[in-house]
């Protein structure tokens, strides 16, 4: 373990001469295990707040952590965990931005040792034995939460017939193919409901908007009943249009999102949104926790997904407990 301090601090020194990375800290140089961490980006405030989690726990366990910011390119995490192979880091932990394309690299890291935690996303492999962990949402249960509270909503404001305009996150990633997949499951038995449109906003605010005024021009405003959207920052986007059009979220549109960061959560105590279901972005404590125990030599489960619930217009919203992050 030794040996990847000073690896670490070379590392530093050769990523300050290159002018990118974080400038070395007298923390990295001393720690006894040290982290290799792709970030996928930093499109939402889900993912920044993500972040803030691995960086503060990898800090109070006492780890050196080599971070890299992939800004949403797979090739870019790919290439970090070829760098944190070379520097031979005790324990690679990864948020996967698709689930496919990953068995080369990490053979790579299977052939040099190095155990790899999938953090936030998983990956599409035959080999299981290329990753040793995984912590984070389960989000086929998501997806499934957002359908049945769909259910009781139409059920409560006896509902005839709804139309469905689903805005997805990044296509490949897993939480849009299980948000997708178990929203879907609840849902498509049931006669009142049809699914009209689904369109990608690949998790970012900017797109949202985009995807919302792209729906409203296929559909019109009275052509769509429900929005589903993958996650707040498309949604916040897609409630900043109906605004500037004079709509009423909430209202005439039912709104359900995934995430619940604090401006989603405010914005469903003001009734422009309907359903926030939760997912938590901070696992950089458990995610510490399994680097611990893998370094420990101890057995590790394979899976650890948070607990997680939902907000809505059901709940006594003024509850301390309603709040985001
Ligand atoms: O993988 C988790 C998802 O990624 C979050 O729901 C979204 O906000 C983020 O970008």
């Not at 690299?105 to 040099?112: F, G, P, T, W």
């Amino acid at each position: 373990m030794k040996r990847a301090a000073v690896i670490l601090a070379v590392f530093m020194v050769l990523l300050l001469l290159s002018g990118c990375g974080k400038p070395n800290t007298a923390e990295n140089e001393k720690a006894s295990v040290v982290v290799g961490f792709s970030q996928l980006g930093a499109e939402s405030s889900w993912r920044i707040a993500n972040t803030e989690s691995m960086e503060k726990a990898a800090r109070e366990a006492g780890f050196g952590l080599m971070m890299e910011n992939a800004n949403q390119k797979q090739e870019k995490q790919i290439d970090a965990i070829r760098s944190f192979i070379a520097y031979r880091v005790d324990v690679i932990v990864f948020s996967p931005i698709v689930e496919n394309g990953w068995d080369n690299v990490l053979n790579e890291a299977k052939k040099a040792g190095i155990p790899v935690i999938l953090m936030d996303r998983m990956i599409e492999t035959k080999d299981e034995s290329l990753y040793t962990a995984y912590v984070g949402a389960d989000f086929y249960e998501e997806g499934r939460r957002a359908g049945e509270y769909l259910i009781r909503k139409a059920d409560a404001i006896h509902a005839g017939h709804l139309n469905i305009a689903e805005i997805t996150g990044t296509v490949d990633s897993t939480p849009m193919r299980d948000r997708q997949r178990g929203f879907m499951d609840v849902i498509r038995t049931d006669p009142r409901f049809t699914v009209v449109d689904s369109i990608c906003g690949d998790f970012l605010r900017s797109k949202g908007e985009e995807c919302a005024i792209a729906l409203f021009e296929k559909f019109g405003p009275d052509g769509i009943d429900v929005i589903y959207s993958h996650n707040d920052a498309m949604t916040l986007g897609a409630l900043d249009i109906m605004e500037q059009r004079g709509m009423r979220p909430g209202e005439e549109i039912l709104v359900i999102t995934v995430d619940g960061e604090k401006e989603a959560v405010d914005a469903l105590k003001e009734g422009k949104i309907n359903c926030v279901v939760q997912c938590t972005p901070d696992l950089g404590p458990a995610a510490m926790s399994l680097v611990k125990d893998l370094t420990a030599g101890s057995e590790v489960p394979k899976t650890t997904h948070p607990e997680e619930g939902v907000f809505s217009d059901f709940d006594d919203l003024s509850n301390p407990g309603v709040e985001g992050f």
